[in-house]
């Protein structure tokens, strides 16, 4: 049912955004993913395992193809908490529109996804850190003397060809003195300027805000089921339930001249309740069209005059940054090496 219903959503979704399709020029799906625990029941820790910290109980993997348009999820896989994200990105490649820009953090860096990518006709803004190694001065040297370009070719994959990419250096972006660096495979400046990339990459943010609608504001942290196929639909279709709030809603707001991306899910959800629990009744305050109900759930739009962040979190995780890519020249017996593998192909 669920494959039956996603093509037809999909094509909704695109009528529904309208001109917020694209952003700076791209449509544009922000990847990324994240755990949702399970009860600890026997099947479910056979099923799943323990993909946390020690002591954890079962968790499932939830990676989301997040459009950066509505801030809706565009598809979406699950699996055990241990599964590869990577390997759920290119699952969901083939759903997502022709010329399309997956924008993803340091996790998503393989040379065989971004070649994936590129082949099946698409585009990528990646973060990259010191687990890649980059290299200059490979093919077309004068063509590479200002930096822009580099080759992505790890060691295991010399059979293979080298991967000719433009490195882009964000430096407002870092709270380090050296910057942020992004890769891409999008060379021409007028679509993927400096200014573009790090707008962009800025939004990709919004995958990090919709996980916490998604496991706090409908309380979704947490599954019920104590067996490991039914924790599954159960995820599945908390995922289609918020896809189907949403989009309700953001119909709503686009239809009345708004940013979709001023949704508030809290605020969709608390007048979808309402109309469920009253409607029909006296006691129901809202008159008029469910949809129009639904365009006022924005966000606030005052300025704070203080910060929203909790005093004291003990358990807020405190990740390093990625750090910084090992970009080095490569060797003679490399240019050669590539020249030979590009000549035979």
């Not at 309402?274 to 008159?287: E, P, V």
């Not at 704070?304 to 970009?327: D, F, V």
């Amino acid at each position: 049912m669920l494959d039956a219903m996603m093509s037809p959503l999909r094509a909704t979704h695109r009528r529904v955004a309208g001109k917020h399709e694209a952003r700076c020029g791209w449509i544009a799906f922000a990847c990324d993913g994240s755990r949702v625990e399970a009860p600890r029941t026997a099947k479910n820790q056979d099923a799943f395992g323990c993909a946390g910290r020690e002591k954890t109980g079962p968790q499932l993997s939830l990676t989301t193809l997040y459009h950066m348009g509505t801030g809706l999820p565009w598809d979406w896989r699950i699996g055990a908490g241990t599964e590869s994200e990577r390997t759920h990105l290119r699952a969901m490649l083939a759903t997502s529109p022709q010329g399309a820009l997956i924008v993803a953090d340091a996790g998503f860096t393989g040379y065989d996804l971004l070649k994936e990518i590129i082949d099946g006709g698409r585009s990528f803004l990646v973060r990259i850190g010191s687990n890649v190694r980059l290299l200059t001065d490979l093919l077309d040297a004068e063509r590479e003397r200002s930096g822009a370009v580099v080759w992505l070719w790890p060691k295991e994959k010399r059979p293979l060809r080298p991967l000719r990419l433009r490195l882009i250096r964000v430096p407002a972006l870092s709270g380090t003195s050296e910057g942020m660096y992004l890769l891409t495979n999008v060379f021409e400046d007028e679509r993927m300027s400096l200014e573009t990339a790090a707008s962009l990459y800025q939004m990709r943010w919004g995958v990090e805000v919709f996980y916490r609608g998604f496991k706090r504001t409908l309380d979704q942290h947490k599954l019920r089921s104590g067996a490991p196929q039914q924790a599954k639909w159960e995820l599945q279709w908390a995922m289609m339930a918020f896809l189907l709030l949403g989009l309700m809603t953001v119909e709503g707001i686009i239809e009345r001249g708004r940013d979709p991306l001023s949704m508030s899910v809290a605020g969709a959800l608390r007048i979808v309740r309402q109309a469920m629990h009253t409607q029909g009744s006296r006691r129901w305050r809202y008159r008029g069209d469910l949809r129009v109900l639904l365009a006022q759930a924005r966000k606030d739009e005052y300025l704070r005059s203080s910060s929203k962040k909790a005093r004291n979190w003990p358990h807020k995780k405190r990740e390093q940054p990625p750090g910084l890519p090992k970009i080095s020249a490569a060797q003679p017996d490399e240019s050669r090496l590539a020249e030979r593998i590009c000549a035979a192909a």
